[in-house]
């Protein structure tokens, strides 16, 4: 720009860089949480992981189970746990939308803050920071909601005889979508969890390294170091099933191929 000098520049840069340094803090925390949760160490897995071997094992009796109108019950549960997320990310993307096409509106919040409303633009750049995480959640929602329902078609189809051959290996396809959708699902709530931490830019980058680092610890405390973890871990189904499957009341066997291990 005219008139601007060397020091001036360096003054601007100087402004933004804690904006710049919270901004990658928030991103890398994003999908480093999200790495970590999905591939954990051996020796400590998270409540994800944990959770897949009960997946695995749920489809395995649904195989023995008859009728199967309790495994269609809790089905129908987790999609309208997905289908209500979905419908409450797509509220506040059009809440987002709508603060953000107001200036009057969006510069009396500012003001009521007692932040510095001096630059709209930069208010507006912060609303679209959690605006991202919203929308990505709701397509991790919509995505998770799509997966339980292949999921529900693979277990209908099923057999019915548990000592038909393609029973358990048929079970084990809809327990690895059942496992993808509760993969997208659980991306969609960490999104969640960091657009309501990326509020907190509205206070300053200090505030977004804050509200990052408790979004973190939050995050990190629930799927490793919970109570609900440590109820998982009093019992757990063991990570490869039975090579034979029990055919009923008479007791015999019937052979059928490992399952994918999680």
């Given at each position: 720009?005219?008139?601007?000098?060397?020091?001036?520049?360096?003054?601007?840069?100087?402004?933004?860089?804690?904006?710049?340094?919270?901004?990658?803090?928030?991103?890398?925390?994003?999908?480093g949480?999200?790495?970590?949760?999905e591939?954990?160490?051996?020796?400590?897995?998270?409540?994800?992981?944990?959770?897949?071997?009960?997946?695995?094992?749920?489809m395995?009796?649904?195989?023995l189970?008859?009728?199967?109108?309790?495994?269609?019950?809790?089905?129908?549960?987790?999609?309208?746990?997905?289908?209500?997320?979905?419908?409450?990310?797509?509220?506040?993307?059009?809440?987002?939308?709508?603060?953000?096409?107001?200036?009057?509106?969006?510069?009396?919040?500012?003001?009521?803050?007692?932040?510095?409303?001096?630059?709209?633009?930069?208010?507006?750049?912060?609303?679209?920071?959690?605006?991202f995480?919203?929308?990505?959640?709701?397509?991790?929602?919509?995505?998770?909601?799509?997966?339980?329902?292949?999921?529900?078609?693979?277990?209908?189809?099923?057999?019915?005889?548990?000592r038909?051959?393609?029973?358990?290996?048929?079970?084990?396809?809809?327990?690895?979508?059942?496992?993808?959708?509760?993969?997208?699902?659980?991306?969609?709530?960490?999104?969640?969890?960091?657009?309501l931490?990326?509020?907190?830019?509205?206070?300053?980058?200090?505030?977004?390294m804050?509200?990052?680092?408790?979004?973190?610890?939050?995050?990190?405390?629930?799927?490793?170091?919970?109570?609900?973890?440590?109820?998982?871990?009093?019992?757990?189904?063991?990570?490869?099933?039975?090579?034979?499957?029990?055919?009923?009341?008479?007791?015999?066997?019937?052979?059928?191929?490992?399952?994918?291990?999680?």
């Amino acid at each position: 720009c005219r008139g601007m000098t060397p020091f001036d520049l360096s003054d601007d840069l100087f402004a933004v860089l804690p904006d710049l340094v919270a901004l990658i803090l928030m991103f890398a925390g994003w999908l480093g949480i999200g790495w970590f949760t999905e591939r954990p160490p051996a020796g400590r897995p998270s409540v994800s992981v944990l959770m897949t071997r009960f997946r695995r094992e749920w489809m395995r009796q649904m195989v023995l189970r008859d009728p199967r109108i309790f495994d269609g019950n809790i089905l129908s549960s987790l999609r309208e746990g997905t289908a209500f997320f979905a419908s409450a990310c797509m509220i506040a993307t059009g809440g987002l939308l709508a603060l953000i096409g107001n200036g009057e509106r969006l510069r009396g919040i500012v003001a009521g803050l007692e932040l510095n409303p001096s630059e709209q633009s930069a208010w507006e750049l912060r609303l679209l920071v959690t605006m991202f995480f919203v929308v990505n959640a709701f397509l991790k929602f919509v995505w998770a909601h799509r997966l339980f329902g292949y999921c529900a078609v693979m277990m209908a189809s099923v057999p019915n005889d548990p000592r038909d051959p393609a029973a358990l290996p048929r079970a084990m396809q809809a327990a690895d979508l059942n496992i993808t959708a509760a993969r997208s699902f659980n991306a969609g709530l960490r999104s969640v969890y960091f657009a309501l931490g990326s509020l907190g830019w509205l206070g300053g980058p200090w505030v977004l390294m804050a509200g990052t680092l408790i979004v973190l610890w939050v995050t990190w405390r629930r799927e490793f170091n919970s109570t609900s973890r440590r109820v998982i871990l009093r019992s757990l189904p063991p990570p490869a099933l039975p090579a034979a499957v029990p055919s009923g009341p008479g007791g015999s066997t019937g052979s059928a191929p490992p399952p994918p291990q999680p």
